[in-house]
């Protein structure tokens, strides 16, 4: 089994759930941004597991992300928006991905999002919705790993969890 963890990350924290998770599922399985997510990359895997922020009580648009820029002043750090936002790379996988299939069938998905516990909306719904579209199938419903505040830290446990979910991920597709 191949598999991919494709991830927008803006403050660290996701990137860290998604390194996290990837070595929850093992065998080779690889965390990458979505600038790093190619076609390519894509096609070689039989699970791809994507997660982005909450910002907004949603998946970030590509203009959220900018309003970070300007606004975000309180931060420990800039944003890293050096790739492209989930969103953005998921228009590009459903533009271009229609009834995929990998080396045992269908391939598979899993959504993930970083965010606050107490959020009412959420970034899995909109990962999920677009994977389907593009084809894939999902393997388990989606997770939240809680973040302390806006920028984080994640909350203690969070990457265990992360690490947990990963192995759980990867017995669903045995």
Do not use: C
């Not at 076609?39 to 070689?44: F, G, I, K, N």
């Not at 994640?154 to 045995?174: K, V």
């Amino acid at each position: 089994m191949k598999a991919i963890v494709v991830y927008e990350s803006l403050w660290g924290n996701t990137a860290a759930v998604a390194r996290a998770i990837a070595e929850g599922i093992g065998g080779g399985a690889r965390a990458v941004s979505t600038a790093e997510a190619t076609p390519a990359a894509l096609a070689e895997a039989d699970l791809v597991v994507a997660g982005a922020p909450v910002l907004g009580f949603r998946l970030p648009t590509d203009d959220m992300r900018q309003s970070v820029l300007r606004t975000e002043f309180r931060a420990p750090r800039p944003a890293d928006l050096s790739h492209p936002s989930m969103r953005s790379w998921l228009e590009g996988v459903a533009g271009r991905e229609a009834a995929v299939t990998g080396a045992g069938g269908r391939r598979r998905f899993a959504a993930f999002e970083t965010g606050l516990r107490w959020s009412p909306g959420g970034a899995t719904g909109s990962i999920a919705e677009k994977l389907t579209q593009a084809g894939y199938e999902q393997l388990l419903k989606g997770r939240r790993f809680v973040v302390k505040g806006r920028y984080g830290p994640l909350r203690d446990g969070e990457l265990d969890r992360a690490r947990q979910w990963g192995t759980e991920l990867a017995a669903a597709l045995a």
